[in-house]
């Protein structure tokens, strides 16, 4: 299987701050990478697929970067709705595998 | 707009089959995958598996020989099961829509499944 290793797993940021968040695969999975948004008790929501698209809705305050086995997620301007806990999922190979979660915070 | 609801029992005995149903309402099945993902208590998430609204499937290797997802597009609903369940097997279980065998775009809202005695 294909691991997926995120870092940080849990990041304090400030209203209005930018941030990052890492993900590496263990082997190279070209562009088929997503990101997902998850908050307490709810589903995760797609932000990013292949990569670097949007999905549609997502403000464009998120983006995604990077190829084969090493990618990011940042987030410009933070707000309140956006203290979620985050996820990269590859998609391919099989088994789809997801790293591990970042958990951001409020500071 | 797609939506779609799991259903079926919160609490199912170590040994026995855990079954749920997820309706799809707002949109056809044909042309996508069906997939479930499930995420136990205060843990990542775990991919299951799939199934392409023509009925083939893949699974992940880990629950293979214990997972079955079929589908019914005459009731718009797609299902999984879940044999000879353990306490491991106690998460949140989210079915979801799949595009063209990749990423998962519209999520339900998900069922905990607690397996217990």
């Known amino acids: 299987d294909i691991q997926m290793t995120q870092s940080p797993s849990s990041l304090s940021a400030s209203v209005g701050d930018r941030v990052t968040i890492t993900c590496r695969a263990s082997?190279?999975?070209?562009?088929?990478l997503a990101w997902f948004q998850q908050k307490p008790g709810k589903a995760p929501k797609s932000l990013i697929y292949?990569?670097?698209s949007l999905q549609s809705g997502v403000p464009s305050k998120f983006s995604g970067s990077g190829s084969e086995t090493d990618f990011t997620l940042t987030i410009n301007n933070l707000q309140p709705e956006d203290f979620a806990t985050y996820y990269c999922?590859?998609?391919?190979?099989?088994?789809?595998?997801f790293g591990q979660g970042t958990k951001l915070e409020i500071k | 707009q797609v939506q779609l609801q799991e259903s079926g029992p919160g609490l199912v005995k170590p040994s026995e089959t855990l079954s749920l149903t997820c309706s799809v309402s707002?949109?056809?099945?044909?042309?996508?995958?069906w997939s479930w993902v499930r995420q136990p208590p205060g843990k990542g998430l775990e991919w299951i598996g799939y199934?392409?609204?023509?009925?083939?499937?893949y699974y992940n290797p880990s629950l293979k020989s214990r997972v079955t997802i079929s589908v019914d597009l005459s009731k718009n609903q797609f299902s999984l099961n879940v044999t000879s369940v353990t306490a491991a097997d106690t998460a949140v279980y989210y079915c979801?829509?799949?595009?063209?065998?990749?990423?998962?775009?519209?999520w339900g809202q998900g069922t905990l499944v607690t397996v217990s005695s």
């Open positions: 979801a829509r799949t595009l063209s065998s990749s990423f998962s775009d519209t």
């Open positions: 707002g949109g056809s099945m044909s042309n996508y995958y």
């Open positions: 199934i392409r609204y023509s009925g083939s499937t």
């Open positions: 082997q190279g999975v070209y562009n088929y």
């Open positions: 292949a990569a670097s």
């Open positions: 999922q590859q998609y391919k190979t099989y088994p789809y595998t």
